[in-house]
């Protein structure tokens, strides 16, 4: 059953070829995070390709809530007028983020050293997940959280009065707990100290650096040692947001595996953090090139060409790769399925705390379309033949990534495969089901 109000049941069944120009919505992670720091600047950011799913739009009620204006000039154009460092105002009403994993985390990083209270909540989803791993580096600072047992949202925060900056070394590679962190420390004096053994997505450190903090990054032997240097004076600024790398993901996947497609991806961020899957697919034997590549609001873009590839072999991923595709290994599992040979996908723990247990829920799934799986704590194996028997009905658990990626399943599988709901593709991608359906995906909302 659907944990959802109004579930949308889904069918995607053998589509014909799939042509044309994909736009995919602006990056997830850059979105959160010019909302973020425009609210945590002096002066007015201009945000231009926004993504507007429901991810993004709490973050923007909540950076309302903490004394922002923030204020919608057309589709994805947007101005935040900040308040600037330590100028958080005290919400009124508890602070809901719906899905969204990034928005809490980086939220509560955001004021954990302004002396302030506010209560976080969000979704079944959101409310299962784990925040001890930001509260515990926040409480460095001097912030102080009470939260539900095993420290589950809702959750109140209590900012530090008089805060202390940080070294903290991350026990788990998250760009959301380094970036929670590093936003703590723009208000604390002197220099806090992030160190991440794993290189995870850089936005965070990009971005602060081009609203005007003084951020450095060294490669040591321990890892990435990033430094911001505290209670600098941000700026507003423009910012234009790339398209979505782990969007794309879905229909350059699916055009890698329906017969005959060929698509054009424009505008997608080539960030090297974020780039894991698109490495992966090219060792597997996929037709992709990257056209007209160029720089576009200090992130690498370029137009991903993307043709039918019959022959894609399974792989083995490294664990070293995992933290630059996190969010790509639902799509990967559905790729995997249909090449030939198995695909080994190391190093991937951390899918078992995302929007849903994302291994288990693959797995699943997969079984239930006769894919043969193996499965531990930290690996995911899929055996791909080549074919897919497909038709089953399959449980999105309020994942948008599952949903997304189980449609692209059916668009090759033998027989049609039905997502229970569709509806959480909203909070990343809600303009997925017209933008597939007008490269030709054969895609219906079914009724149960
Ligand atoms: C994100 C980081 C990743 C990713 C999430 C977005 C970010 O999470 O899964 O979708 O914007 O910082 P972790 O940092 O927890 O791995």
Redesign the pocket.
């Given at each position: 059953m659907s944990a959802h109000a109004h579930p949308v049941p889904m069918t995607a069944r053998r589509s014909p070829p799939l042509r044309g120009v994909a736009e995919v919505p602006g990056d997830?992670?850059i979105s959160?995070r010019a909302l973020i720091l425009g609210a945590l600047s002096i002066g007015e950011t201009h945000i231009t390709g926004l993504l507007e799913g429901q991810d993004v739009l709490d973050t923007a009620t909540a950076m309302r809530a903490f004394g922002a204006t923030v204020t919608r000039h057309g589709p994805g154009e947007w101005s935040v007028r900040g308040v600037g460092v330590g100028g958080f105002a005290e919400p009124a009403q508890v602070i809901d983020c719906g899905n969204s994993?990034?928005g809490v985390r980086l939220i509560m990083g955001a004021m954990a050293t302004t002396p302030i209270t506010a209560t976080f909540t969000g979704d079944a989803s959101l409310n299962k997940r784990p925040m001890g791993r930001v509260t515990d580096p926040l409480a460095l600072f001097g912030a102080r959280a009470h939260g539900r047992q095993g420290g589950k949202l809702p959750m109140t925060l209590v900012g530090a009065a008089e805060a202390v900056p940080v070294r903290y070394r991350l026990p788990m590679?998250?760009?959301?707990?380094k970036?929670a962190v590093l936003l703590a420390g723009l208000n604390a004096p002197g220099q806090t100290v992030v160190i991440e053994p794993e290189a995870?997505?850089d936005?965070t450190e990009r971005m602060l650096r081009g609203f005007g903090a003084e951020v450095t990054v060294e490669d040591s032997p321990e890892g990435r040692i990033i430094t911001l240097t505290g209670q600098p004076e941000l700026t507003g600024q423009a910012v234009a947001v790339p398209r979505d790398p782990?969007s794309a993901a879905f229909p350059v996947c699916a055009a890698l595996l329906v017969p005959g497609s060929e698509i054009l991806v424009p505008g997608v961020s080539r960030n090297p953090t974020r780039d894991g899957l698109y490495v992966t697919l090219l060792e597997m034997g996929a037709d992709i090139t990257f056209e007209n590549p160029r720089e576009e609001g200090g992130e690498p873009v370029a137009d991903l060409r993307v043709r039918h590839s019959p022959a894609l072999k399974g792989v083995e991923t490294p664990p070293e790769r995992a933290?630059s595709m996190?969010?790509e290994f639902p799509i990967l599992s559905v790729v995997a399925a249909r090449a030939q040979g198995a695909t080994v996908m190391r190093g991937v723990k951390?899918l078992r705390v995302?929007e849903s247990d994302r291994i288990d829920a693959m797995a699943r799934g997969l079984e239930a379309c006769g894919v043969r799986i193996e499965e531990d704590t930290d690996t995911l194996i899929v055996h791909g033949t080549g074919a897919v028997p497909g038709g089953a009905t399959v449980e999105s658990r309020l994942d948008h990534r599952i949903a997304m990626a189980f449609l692209v399943l059916g668009m090759v599988a033998e027989t049609p495969v039905t997502v229970d709901d569709a509806s959480p593709i909203d909070t990343s991608f809600p303009l997925f089901e017209g933008l597939m359906t007008g490269l030709g995906a054969s895609l219906v909302r079914t009724n149960r």
């Open positions: 997830k992670s959160h994993g990034t590679p998250s760009a959301q707990v970036s995870t997505r936005h782990s933290a996190i969010d951390e995302k």
